[in-house]
């Protein structure tokens, strides 16, 4: 089955640096997305990988690893606006997203 | 900035009821797709459209049925309520087919099934 596991949650303070992970196994792979999903609102797209390596876009980032089935987004200078659920979602092989359960990151002063 | 905007925030039905979402697009995108986001699950395809006219079953379509009369607008169609439809539900629309663009969300319904 397919399947994309990411915590549940995590904790940071204010001006730090956090990683969230996201591993997967899906059928195919045609990139993979970071979605932010503020309480009650719509998920906004953050970023897209297909290939190898690190993508960065101000103060977030994005690494993927396909032969590792493994991605992160990592959050840099945090502020209390990130407070957010962060969603991993994986295209496969019929181009459709796949998305894992989010992380609800809790930014602390 | 491409805007999908989602007819009602906040729904509340009764048991039995038809109920209808409806979705509109201004960015003239070819795809559109209804999803229902649940506590503790990632958000659950029910169905999709690459087309007017043409409508894909996602990974939960019981209970469910769309329409796509014109490019622009999705509607979601429960034919009978009943209270485990109870949920989040989020339209998105992406442009391109068999391509990797980003899917744009409206800000969702919040359906409750009395």
């Known amino acids: 089955g397919q399947n994309i596991d990411q915590p549940t949650e995590m904790t940071a303070t204010e001006g730090a640096i956090v990683q969230i992970n996201c591993t997967y196994q899906?059928?195919?792979?045609?990139?993979l997305f970071w979605y932010q999903q503020h309480a009650g609102e719509a998920p906004t797209f953050l970023s897209y990988?297909?290939l190898d390596g690190l993508e960065e876009k101000g103060r977030f980032s994005s690494f993927l690893s396909r032969s590792k089935g493994y991605s992160y987004l990592l959050l840099k200078e945090l502020q209390m606006k990130d407070s957010a659920s962060y969603l991993c979602?994986?295209?496969?092989?019929?181009?459709?997203?796949?998305w894992g359960a989010g992380t609800k990151l809790i930014i602390k002063p | 900035d491409v805007k999908v905007t989602q007819s009602s925030r906040y729904l509340v039905k009764r048991t039995g009821e038809k109920v209808f979402l409806e979705c509109v697009q201004d960015?003239?995108?070819?795809?559109m797709f209804w999803y229902r986001q649940d506590p503790g699950l990632g958000l659950r395809l029910i169905y999709f459209?690459?087309?007017?006219?043409?409508?894909e079953k996602g990974d939960i379509p019981e209970g469910y049925s769309v329409s796509r009369e014109k490019k622009e607008r999705f509607s979601l169609i429960l034919e009978s309520a009943s209270t485990n439809q109870t949920s989040m539900y989020l339209c998105?629309?992406?442009?391109?087919?068999?391509?990797?663009?980003?899917?744009?969300f409206g800000d969702g319904t919040r359906l409750s099934i009395l």
């Open positions: 998105a629309s992406s442009a391109g087919q068999g391509d990797s663009q980003p899917q744009h």
């Open positions: 960015m003239d995108h070819e795809n």
């Open positions: 459209s690459y087309d007017v006219k043409m409508k």
């Open positions: 899906t059928s195919g792979f045609n990139g």
């Open positions: 990988n297909v």
């Open positions: 979602a994986v295209m496969d092989s019929n181009y459709q997203l796949i």
